[in-house]
C-alpha cells in the first residue's frame, strides 16, 4: 500500500500559493512606507499593535479561504448573492474606493523607486502607466507578474537588517508583548495606517479570486488553510522586521520623509548601496500591486453585476471591465503627478484604507457565520467570538479617528 504523505505534498503544492502571494503583494509600497514610518518615528512602539493586527490578519484571510473554497465562488459574487442590492452597491464602492487608493499608493512606490535613481515622477509615472497598462491587454502578464515578485524578494533583507542593526533585544520584546502606546493623534493615525496596508480589502478579494481559480475542493481544504494562515504570519513577520530594522537605525528621528531616509534601515545589510536594493524591491512590488489591484477591482464589479470578465476579452466583448480597469491606472497615476511628498501622500490612502477596511470584515464574518452558505465548514462558537472581536478591535481604532478628525473640522481637538 502507497503511503498517503507524497500525495498530501503534492495536493498542498497544488492548494498553495493564493495565501503566500497575498503575502508578498500585501507588503507593497503602503506597507514598506508605512511600516519603515512606524519604526522611524515610534521605534518599537507598533509591535504590540501589530501583534493584534496579526492574529485579525489571520483570523480573516482563513474565513475568506474557506468561503471560497467551499462555495465556489469569489467575495463580491457571494455579497450580490447573500446581501440585498443596496448592500452589494454600497460594498461594491467601498472597494472601489479604497483601490483607487492603492492604485496611488502603487504609483507612488513606482515614482517614490524611480527618484532614488534620478528620474522625474513625471517620466517614471506615465511610462509605468502605459506599460502596465499596455502588459495586462497585451503582452506576457504572467511572465511579468514572475519577474516583479522575484524584485519583492529582496525584501527578505529586513529580517537580516533587523538582526544587523543590533537593537535592544529585550526592548524589542517588551513591546511585542505588552502595549507601549502612545496617547497623541499621530500615533493614532499612524495605527489606522497600519490597519489599512495590512488588512486590506484588496487582499481578500485577491485571495478569494485566487482559491476559486486554482479549484481547490473542500475535501483539501485543510491545505488551503495551512497557505492561509503561513501567508499572513510570514506578512506580518516581514512586517514587524521592517518595524525592528528602521527603529534600530534611524528609530526617533521622527516622522519619515524620503525614500532615502527609509532604505536607510537597509544599510546593515547592504551597506552604500542600500537605496539601489530598497528602489529595486519597491519597484517590484509597487508595479506588481499596479497591475492585480485595479484587475481585482474589475473582476469585483463585473461579478457584482454579473457582466463578462476577462483579461483576454476585447473591449468590445468587455468594456465595463477593461474600462474600469483602465481608468483606475489614469487615475492613480494622474494624483501622483499632482506636486506633493509622496511618502505622505503613500501615508494618507493608508489611513484611508484602514477606514474602509472594518466594513469589508464586517460582511467577511456574515458570510462566514452563514450555516445556510457554508453548512458545517461555517464559523463556530469560538470562531464567531474571535473573528468578531478582531474586527470590533480594527472598527474602533477606525472610528476613533473618524471622530477626531470630524472633532477637528469644528476646532475640537
Do not use: C
Request: glycine share 10%; proline share 5%; hydrophobic share 55%.
Amino acid at each position: 500500500m502507497r503511503s498517503p504523505v507524497p500525495r498530501r505534498g503534492l495536493v498542498y503544492l497544488a492548494a498553495a500559493g493564493p495565501g503566500l502571494i497575498a503575502a508578498a503583494a500585501g507588503n507593497d509600497a503602503g506597507g514598506v512606507v508605512t511600516y519603515s514610518s512606524a519604526g522611524s518615528e515610534f521605534i518599537y512602539r507598533t509591535l504590540f499593535l501589530m501583534v493584534l493586527i496579526t492574529i485579525a490578519y489571520v483570523v480573516v484571510q482563513e474565513m475568506v479561504a474557506r468561503l471560497a473554497v467551499h462555495t465556489g465562488k469569489g467575495l463580491a459574487a457571494l455579497i450580490r448573492e447573500e446581501f440585498p442590492l443596496r448592500m452589494t452597491a454600497f460594498a461594491v464602492t467601498a472597494f472601489a474606493i479604497a483601490n483607487i487608493g492603492l492604485m496611488v499608493t502603487e504609483f507612488g512606490g513606482i515614482a517614490t523607486a524611480f527618484d532614488l535613481f534620478g528620474v522625474s515622477r513625471y517620466l517614471s509615472v506615465p511610462i509605468a502607466a502605459v506599460a502596465i497598462w499596455s502588459l495586462v491587454l497585451f503582452g506576457s502578464y504572467r511572465y511579468a507578474e514572475r519577474v516583479f515578485l522575484l524584485l519583492t524578494i529582496v525584501f527578505v533583507a529586513y529580517p537580516i537588517a533587523a538582526i544587523l542593526g543590533r537593537p535592544n533585544w529585550h526592548v524589542v520584546a517588551s513591546n511585542t508583548l505588552w502595549p507601549h502606546f502612545v496617547a497623541s493623534r499621530s500615533f493614532l493615525l499612524l495605527s489606522v495606517a497600519l490597519i489599512g496596508t495590512t488588512i486590506t480589502p484588496y487582499i481578500q478579494l485577491y485571495e478569494a479570486g485566487a482559491v476559486v481559480d486554482k479549484g481547490v475542493k473542500p475535501e483539501d481544504y485543510r491545505f488551503q488553510r495551512v497557505d492561509a494562515i503561513v501567508g499572513a504570519i510570514l506578512a506580518a513577520f516581514v512586517a514587524m522586521s521592517i518595524i525592528v530594522a528602521t527603529g534600530a537605525t534611524i528609530g526617533g528621528s521622527g516622522p519619515l520623509t524620503s525614500a532615502s531616509h527609509a532604505a536607510h534601515a537597509l544599510r546593515p545589510v547592504a551597506g552604500p548601496a542600500a537605496e539601489v536594493l530598497f528602489g529595486l524591491g519597491l519597484l517590484g512590488a509597487s508595479a506588481l500591486a499596479a497591475a492585480v489591484v485595479p484587475l481585482s477591482t474589475s473582476y469585483a464589479v463585473a461579478e457584482a453585476i454579473g457582466v463578462e470578465r476577462s483579461v483576454s476579452s476585447s473591449f468590445r466583448q468587455a468594456p465595463l471591465f477593461l474600462g474600469l480597469f483602465t481608468a483606475q491606472i489614469v487615475v492613480g497615476a494622474a494624483v501622483v503627478l499632482v506636486p506633493g511628498n509622496l511618502i505622505t501622500l503613500i501615508l494618507n490612502t493608508q489611513v484611508l484604507e484602514g477606514v474602509i477596511t472594518p466594513m469589508t470584515l464586517v460582511l467577511i464574518l456574515v458570510l462566514a457565520n452563514r450555516r445556510s452558505l457554508l453548512g458545517p465548514a461555517a464559523n463556530g462558537p469560538l470562531a464567531r467570538w474571535l473573528g468578531g472581536a478582531a474586527i470590533l478591535a480594527v472598527a474602533a481604532v477606525a472610528s476613533v479617528f473618524v471622530a477626531l478628525t470630524v472633532l477637528g473640522w469644528f476646532g475640537i481637538n
